[in-house]
């Protein structure tokens, strides 16, 4: 009998661990990666600009390029100057946003891209989507996954805590953005993949679960892996299915009705998670909430800088920003007087839990 199997799109290498930048050039001359030994590092201002120079006496290969921010813009601009170049591949050194511009140019270029990660902010680092600043706001592009990924766990540990907070937000959301996708599977028949669905659920379960704290090594491995796995689920599902759903339609809201206040993407993400989980009546909803709270983030809107009225209007808003995708906010269609006694039942809920 034949074996019939599937191939899946992932890193050729993850290396997560403490001194994994150690391991960087040895990783660059990896045939498959960098033939020529020649490639391109994009790095930020801020914690990638501070790594180059312990790193670029044993990259004699690299040429450095670096990045504004994370804009549309940015990301056109690096592709250009990289273009102009002969390179093996793109590497992208830095925090969420200078991955997502090297993802971008890498894929505009028709180049192999490296991730190293500078925090754990959330699931981009190694997903198949790069989510730059434009004109009209935010959009998601869709880009190769990583050819290879580093993670320095000593690096991660002096980045800022919030940033970690973010990832824990961010992977937790899963469990909700799962939960979604399997009442639309079973509500309109869209079709779920159940590999990619449970990659994703159990990535959130580990963090949601593990009792260590966000500076312990064990602790950030989980969530670094979470991290990776996620975005390997988005690359087999195809789209943004297994980690996103109510949980971050409530997040896009808040980003495109207060963009000059947004939080950082896991904190929306991870309350949006909370409130869903508590809308379609999940037992889980309080331990996600007391997660959260162990971890030091938000629970309610006001924790983040929102009022109560600019939340609320934020989850009316939520389902106009992904257009077609069916979740618990769909599904109920729920009116403001609805949203707004079920708000106050959350808030009954988590009051209970201890800060």
Not at 162 to 176: A, E, K, L
Not at 232 to 241: E, K, L, Y
Not at 283 to 308: D, K, N, S, W, Y
Request: hydrophobic share 40%; proline share 6%.
């Amino acid at each position: 009998m034949p074996v019939l199997t599937r191939l899946i799109p992932s890193p050729v290498t993850v290396d997560i661990r403490s001194g994994a930048l150690d391991g960087l050039a040895a990783l660059l001359a990896d045939q498959r990666i960098a033939p020529t030994g020649k490639f391109a590092v994009a790095v930020s201002e801020g914690s990638g600009r501070a790594l180059r120079d312990r790193l670029a006496p044993d990259l004699p290969g690299a040429d450095w390029f670096q990045v504004g921010g994370g804009t549309l813009d940015d990301a056109v601009r690096l592709a250009n100057r990289v273009r102009r170049g002969h390179y093996d591949a793109l590497v992208g050194l830095g925090g969420g946003r200078i991955i997502d511009c090297a993802k971008f140019a890498a894929a505009r270029v028709g180049l192999p891209m490296v991730a190293v990660a500078t925090n754990l902010s959330h699931d981009g680092l190694c997903s198949p989507v790069a989510t730059l600043d434009n004109d009209a706001g935010r959009g998601s592009y869709g880009v190769p996954t990583p050819i290879a990924v580093v993670i320095d766990l000593d690096v991660i540990r002096h980045a800022p805590s919030r940033y970690v907070r973010s990832g824990i937000g961010d992977t937790i959301s899963n469990i909700s953005a799962v939960a979604d996708w399997e009442l639309s599977h079973k509500v309109t028949g869209e079709p779920i993949d159940g590999l990619a669905a449970a990659m994703a659920r159990q990535a959130g379960e580990a963090v949601l679960r593990h009792p260590g704290e966000a500076g312990d090594d064990d602790f950030l491995t989980v969530l670094a892996e979470g991290l990776v796995l996620t975005g390997i689920a988005m690359s087999i599902a195809g789209d943004s299915r297994p980690a996103s759903g109510a949980c971050h339609e409530i997040n896009h809201a808040l980003d495109l009705l207060y963009p000059r206040r947004r939080a950082p993407h896991g904190e929306q993400c991870g309350l949006g998670a909370a409130f869903a989980m508590h809308l379609r009546g999940s037992a889980q909803a309080p331990l996600i909430a007391a997660t959260l709270r162990r971890h030091r983030l938000p629970v309610l809107p006001r924790e983040m800088g929102f009022t109560e009225e600019e939340f609320l209007r934020a989850v009316e808003f939520a389902p106009e920003t992904r257009p077609g995708r069916y979740t618990i906010l769909e599904h109920l269609h729920l009116t403001p007087e609805q949203i707004r006694n079920a708000y106050a039942d959350y808030v009954d809920t988590v009051k209970t839990i201890g800060s």
